[in-house]
């Protein structure tokens, strides 16, 4: 193909189609975050979080607090736990992880830790537990192949009681909605 | 802007565009209703990978059919076929490689998007039609758009046409591929559907990008055409989605894809009446110059 010189209009009109359509994708990217940021606050059993907004609430069991999943009609919905363990008065936070450790090893399926560490979240001293397993649908008429999904949990000691805030998301969204969940992890509150 | 080597519009010199047009307006309706009577009637028993080809085959159908049209038609002054297909594949690969990618993976308007209606046509109008209207622009103007194969301002209307059908093929294709295929008869409704839209927006910008070429128009022009293309995009999903689902009951939601397709026959058949008509009046303000 022939090509001309462009002329300075011609150079213009390009650019400025690109900077119209750049600034629909920006304007775009910020209806994205808003609507995902959606929350609405949850109160219940001693703790409060900005829970997302169109997630399904799952009914709570056991220790649970609170407990909600991403609506996914492809694969695992991504996951947030918020569990109110009793505990005795000389628990440490490692020794909370490694009981979850030995819980979730028995029920999760090829469930393996990655790493586990302190940390600071917001100003509180928490212990990190990060883990993979693979999920176990228990309906049999779900004609897909089970998914690797990767977790964390974060374990705070509150007086004669363990928070552990859980999060489960599928491997290849896991790191894309870290931040999502760190903004949730900021949010509760005991 | 004034440009260098100009040359006329002569929409009359590409009659068979418009008749092109239309006829894979009505060729399509035609096939979708030979398919859906034939799957309702035999109802093939196909599975796996062969339900997976049938489908591939029913997506390049709608490209295939304008595309043998074109090809028969083209003869007053023909516009050479390999620019025609390269367009064609152009349009595929950026739909491929740029905005299935973009749309999907990075935006993943599919988790946010459905969140409320005013959610749903913001999105599909700023992210899925401005990334897709822009790409289908993108497939002429950095192509054949500087070659002197482009010489008549319908030829806009002839590329970017081919540009929206690649871009069709390929989410139909996709559409068949991550569903491990498709039923036959709601499949070729959904086919012939985004087929006829893509085609008709992609006539939009076509004929901003002719009349850029052709005469001297302002530097709002082109973003113009886009952003219309775009909000048509948006607007058409939007009312589609309203318009074929047609009630709920304890199974989900209830749907009549035949309600898309006429929805789709009507825009395409209105996008082309107002192309014609701006044509025509673009030439006949150059003749009374």
């Given at each position: 193909m022939k090509n001309n010189n462009l002329s300075l209009g011609d150079r213009f009109a390009e650019i400025s189609v690109f900077i119209i359509t750049a600034i629909a994708l920006l304007i775009g990217w910020n209806l994205k975050s808003n609507v995902e940021n959606r929350a609405y606050l949850f109160e219940a059993n001693g703790i409060s979080v900005q829970a997302p907004d169109g997630w399904r609430q799952i009914q709570t069991s056991?220790?649970?607090a609170f407990h909600s999943a991403e609506l996914s009609s492809d694969g695992f919905g991504t996951t947030y736990i918020v569990r109110n363990i009793p505990i005795p008065a000389d628990a440490s936070a490692g020794g909370i992880a490694s009981l979850l450790t030995l819980e979730r090893g028995q029920k999760m399926t090829a469930f393996r830790v990655l790493d586990q560490r302190e940390v600071n979240v917001n100003d509180k001293i928490a212990y990190e537990l990060s883990y993979v397993f693979v999920e176990s649908n228990?309906?049999?008429?779900?004609a897909s192949a089970p998914k690797v999904v990767y977790g964390v949990d974060y374990i705070y000691i509150n007086g004669n009681q363990a928070v552990v805030v859980t999060y489960w998301a599928e491997e290849g969204k896991y790191e894309i909605d870290l931040d999502r969940f760190h903004r949730f992890l900021q949010s509760v509150k005991f | 802007m004034p440009k260098s080597s100009k040359k006329s519009t002569a929409p009359q010199g590409r009659a068979h565009v418009w008749r092109d047009e239309f006829i894979l307006i009505l060729s399509l309706i035609v096939f979708t209703g030979v398919i859906y009577a034939l799957s309702d009637t035999l109802s093939p028993m196909l599975q796996g990978p062969v339900l997976v080809w049938a489908g591939v085959l029913l997506a390049l159908v709608p490209a295939f059919i304008w595309l043998a049209f074109f090809y028969m038609q083209d003869?007053?002054?023909?516009?050479?076929k390999s620019y025609v297909f390269g367009i064609f594949i152009l349009g595929c690969l950026l739909a491929a490689a740029v905005g299935t990618p973009l749309i999907d993976?990075?935006?993943?308007?599919?988790?946010?998007?459905?969140?409320d209606s005013i959610t749903t046509l913001l999105a599909g109008i700023l992210v899925i039609g401005f990334t897709q209207e822009y790409l289908k622009y993108a497939a002429v103007r950095f192509s054949v758009?500087?070659?002197?194969?482009?010489?008549?301002?319908?030829d806009g209307i002839v590329y970017a046409t081919a540009a929206g059908l690649g871009y069709a093929t390929v989410l139909n294709m996709q559409f068949v591929i991550s569903n491990g295929g498709v039923d036959l008869g709601a499949g070729v409704i959904r086919m012939a559907v985004v087929a006829l839209a893509h085609a008709s927006f992609a006539g939009i910008v076509g004929y901003f990008l002719g009349r850029a070429k052709f005469e001297s128009e302002p530097i709002w022009w082109m973003p113009l055409g886009v952003t219309i293309a775009a909000v048509m995009n948006g607007t058409f999903n939007w009312l589609r989605g309203q318009v074929v689902q047609t009630g709920v009951n304890l199974t989900g939601a209830s749907t009549n894809p035949w309600l898309g397709l006429v929805l789709a026959a009507f825009v395409a058949l209105i996008t082309m009446g107002v192309l014609v008509w701006l044509m025509r009046r673009d030439a006949g303000v150059k003749h009374e110059k």
């Open positions: 056991g220790d649970e228990p309906d049999l008429t779900h | 003869r007053a002054e023909p516009e050479p993976s990075i935006f993943r308007v599919s988790k946010w998007m459905y969140a758009y500087h070659s002197d194969e482009f010489n008549e301002a319908t």
